[in-house]
């Protein structure tokens, strides 16, 4: 039985669904391949993925291949109540709502994991933990995982280096098709679109500084600039350190930039980015906000602690009165903002990231028995496929290689 905040707002839901569906012609079209060849028959998939449109819609594509959908939450401020009802209303194990605790988030894991599933979907290896230290008993059904995001493949690497992974995982994030367009462009977009909508406030004219330039942290970083915005990147890695300041930006340690900053995106996936040392350089009014994962990249607990009080600015935006005067404010509680504050990325975007999603979880399949466990990047002839079909999709053609030109270059 699901376990959703609201039975009623099924409607609204297949609003939302029914226009991404409109916007994801790739999903679409996969989706009709699967419901005629049904590569999920007498198949259990569990999927834990930011519930909203998008991933209610490739839900709905697994099941349409035959999959008996098992859904639940991959961050407690990112599940749309109204998408998890829709869901629902129509038949689907979810177990998901907006605002969740730490104890019902886990709750809600534990439902959807307790069913047995054949096939993992995981958005920052919430399930692939839980399976592998809770349900050992089931991990021998389990065929393999596909995992969506970068601090995911972080933790799938690390267990597979230990030896301790105990089925094979598709690294759906390194996929070309996904984090050259996801992460950047989906990033880029939708961190702005809620930061903007959350604050109302310009970005034209505003220090922006961009912790981690990685893909996403890229995207952020260029859709900043785009609005106007002097940029300032912090970094660990020389080599993306000095990429950032070929394209174009300032580079500094983040005691530097916490002083001159008005608005921070860490974009890092690693913890405690901007902590207690930072809090106190920055300016009066700074706000913070996290596009990575988890909400550990501002270290929340210490800025807790040092704060002499905390309130509500705005809707989504607490307000924290420091020792020295300075009041600094956070967005979504340092969760991802463009999903805690937003719709999360265009639906155009996560076409192709779904789209792989599916053909990773469909080669999985096919490929049953004969992956040892451990980590595997997705097939480049899935990812090819994928912007083949896109590129369809857009109306747009491209030169093919003659045989002499094949031979010329070795192919």
Request: glycine share 10%; net charge negative; with cysteine.
């Amino acid at each position: 039985m699901s376990t959703i905040k609201d039975i009623t707002l099924a409607p609204s839901g297949e609003k939302k669904i029914a226009w991404v569906e409109r916007n994801m012609p790739l999903c679409r079209s996969i989706g009709e391949e699967f419901e005629k060849t049904k590569p999920f028959a007498g198949l259990k998939v569990t999927l834990s993925l930011h519930l909203e449109a998008k991933s209610a819609f490739l839900s709905r594509v697994l099941a349409r291949g035959g999959a008996e959908m098992h859904i639940t939450g991959s961050n407690p401020l990112s599940t749309q109540d109204d998408v998890a009802a829709a869901l629902a209303a129509g038949g689907m194990d979810v177990n998901a709502f907006h605002g969740c605790t730490p104890e019902e988030y886990d709750a809600n894991i534990d439902k959807a994991l307790s069913v047995g599933p054949d096939i993992i979907i995981d958005d920052g290896g919430d399930l692939v933990h839980r399976v592998h230290t809770k349900y050992t008993h089931l991990l021998p059904r389990i065929i393999g995982s596909c995992e969506e995001t970068t601090t995911g493949i972080i933790r799938l690497k690390q267990m597979a280096k230990a030896g301790t992974l105990r089925f094979p995982a598709m690294l759906v994030n390194d996929a070309d098709c996904k984090h050259l367009f996801d992460n950047r462009y989906g990033t880029g977009q939708s961190v702005w679109d809620g930061i903007m909508r959350t604050t109302n406030l310009i970005v034209a004219g505003k220090d922006v500084v961009v912790a981690g330039y990685g893909w996403c942290g890229k995207g952020v970083a260029m859709r900043a600039k785009g609005l106007g915005a002097r940029v300032t990147v912090t970094e660990v890695d020389p080599i993306r350190a000095i990429e950032a300041v070929m394209d174009g930006f300032t580079v500094l340690p983040m005691a530097e930039a916490a002083k001159i900053g008005d608005i921070f995106c860490t974009v890092t996936g690693c913890e405690h980015v901007i902590t207690a040392e930072h809090f106190p350089l920055m300016k009066d009014g700074a706000i913070l906000t996290n596009a990575g994962h988890f909400d550990v990249e501002v270290d929340m607990q210490a800025l807790n602690d040092c704060a002499l009080s905390k309130y509500e600015a705005r809707h989504n935006i607490d307000g924290y009165r420091l020792p020295n005067g300075k009041t600094i404010f956070v967005i979504a509680e340092g969760r991802l903002v463009n999903l805690a504050s937003g719709d999360g990325h265009p639906a155009e975007i996560m076409d192709m990231s779904f789209a792989i999603q599916a053909l990773a979880a469909k080669y999985l399949v096919d490929n049953r028995g004969k992956l040892a466990p451990g980590v595997y990047p997705v097939p480049r002839e899935i990812d090819e496929a994928v912007a083949r079909r896109k590129l369809d999709t857009l109306g747009i053609a491209i030169d093919t290689l003659t045989p002499e030109q094949r031979d010329y270059l070795g192919v």
